[in-house]
């Protein structure tokens, strides 16, 4: 697997910077003051100076040395604002306006990123997705060719042979209906992503059915999807549709779809909507015995990531050195 070590390697040849839009919480708190003690990745924490002093005080972390930065006194204040005028002329966004906005943490984080202040953020230990997403659509935008933000989730768990089994799953998060293009789209990111931990992507679209033993147009939207992302995708194993079993056994796969290359053998699974996607990997998470983490937003300009309001300070950790290895 590519691993944590290699991802703090890579880091510590180019150090990067990232943002954590909540620099009183104490789960931010102690991964800073983690992240403080190396030197691969700089945390810069979003907040008024004392209460992130005091907050860090009070539960006992060292963050000497962290950049703190309050949107009531900063320095550039003025040319963030003007900036996301410009970014939001469209909208008809006036200063007074976007004052108000960028008084939020995770909008004015995400500034602090596009302004090129940070590498990356990482947000929402304290609100949700849409609130990490929404700011990081409306400043930093989509890549180039790409039409939609998507989402990801990196499972991981130790292997009978001693190295991890790593699964990646999209769109687990994000996209709660997604059209069949948009599909194509998540498994062309989801694979690209599952690279980076040093998995050979083998992508199967999930469904109820296998290569048409069910009807429906849920199993078309997945039949469709499979084969236009074959088309997109020439070099990526690919097969579709296929039911979770076929998809991952060797002995069911030889029946339901022989000659298959993927079928038994799905290292990559794409869902068909975000119900299925979000109970798959937490059923995998809770019941295999797997690690999960993400969500990771794919599709984006700039890393920009979301924590689970649940995470502890391990997984924020994790995350952090995750979303800064994107840039």
């Known amino acids: 697997m590519y691993g944590f070590g290699t991802m703090i390697e890579q880091l ?18 102690e991964a800073a003051s983690r992240l403080l003690a190396s030197s691969f990745l700089h945390p810069i924490l979003v907040g008024n100076e004392e209460d992130v002093l005091k907050a860090a005080e009070e539960a006992g972390y060292n963050i000497r040395g962290a950049q703190i ?3 009531n006194h900063y320095d550039r204040f003025d040319e ?14 006036t200063p007074e306006e976007a004052r108000k906005v960028l008084a939020q943490p995770n ?4 500034m602090l990123v596009e302004m090129g202040v940070a590498d990356s953020l990482l947000g929402g230990a304290t609100y949700s997705t849409a609130d990490t997403v ?5 400043i930093i935008k989509t890549k180039p060719g790409h039409s939609i933000v998507s989402s990801c989730f990196i499972l991981v768990r130790p ?16 996209n709660i209906n997604p059209t069949e293009d948009e599909l194509v789209e998540i498994a062309g990111e989801t694979a690209e992503c599952a690279k980076i931990f040093g998995v050979d992507p083998k992508i199967a679209f999930l469904s109820y059915s296998t290569l048409g033993s069910g009807k429906g147009p849920d199993v078309e939207k997945m039949r469709n999807a499979a084969n236009k992302a074959k088309a997109k995708y020439p070099s990526l194993p690919i097969e579709g549709e296929l039911q979770f079993d076929a998809a991952v056994s060797p002995r069911v796969a030889r029946t339901k779809c022989p000659g298959s290359t993927v079928a038994g053998h799905a290292n990559t699974f794409i869902f068909p909507d975000i119900n299925s996607g979000n ?10 015995n797997f690690e999960a983490y993400g969500p990771i937003l794919l599709g984006l ?12 300070a391990i997984e924020v950790y994790s995350m952090a050195i995750i979303t800064a290895a994107l840039v």
């Open 12 to 29: 510590k040849k180019n150090p990067k910077t990232i943002v954590f839009t909540e620099g009183t919480d104490p789960r931010i708190l």
């Open 279 to 288: 109970l798959g990997y937490k059923i995998a998470q809770r019941m295999g």
């Open 159 to 174: 292997g009978a042979t001693g190295e991890n089994e790593v699964l990646a799953m999209g769109d687990c998060a994000i």
């Open 107 to 110: 909008y004015f984080g995400t």
């Open 80 to 93: 963030m604002v003007e900036r996301f005028c410009e970014i939001r002329k469209n909208k008809g966004m």
């Open 69 to 71: 930065i309050d949107s």
């Open 301 to 312: 300009n700039a890393p920009i990531n979301d924590l689970s309001r649940g995470c502890n």
């Open 134 to 138: 929404r700011p990081a659509l409306q």
